[in-house]
């Protein structure tokens, strides 16, 4: 039988932060499972249930100085599910890394919010 691995990290290994994030989990012994959220997006239900997890709205986690929001989002003014379709075709806008244990998420923004997972 297969061990459930409660952390999940959404990672862009790119992202400095996100790598901060990563190294942070990994020093305390902490292996999660790593979805490279850019190559694998998550679906708008997945999506959905990240933010309850989080506790945040979509508009909390949207990239909002990223140049495709700049560009083609910026004064746009969508409804929650059209903003989570957004998110969907277009992860960049997704603010990173998302870590996830169990019921609850923080965003790795700074690295050390992780802390209230463990």
């Given at each position: 039988?297969?061990?459930i ?45 990240l ?68």
């Open positions: 039988m297969a061990k691995n409660p952390f999940i990290i959404y990672h862009n290994p790119r992202c400095t932060k996100s790598r901060e994030t990563l190294a942070l989990l990994e020093k305390k012994k902490v292996k999660p499972e790593v979805v490279e959220y850019l190559k694998t997006p998550p679906s708008a239900t997945e999506l959905k249930a933010l309850k997890k989080l506790g945040l709205s979509v508009q909390e986690i949207i990239r909002k100085k990223e140049p495709l929001f700049i560009e083609k989002f910026k004064d746009k003014k969508l409804s929650d599910e059209k903003w989570i379709t957004v998110l969907v075709k277009n992860p960049v806008l997704i603010e990173r890394p998302i870590v996830v244990k169990g019921n609850k998420a923080v965003i790795g923004r700074p690295p050390e919010n992780v802390f209230t997972l463990l």
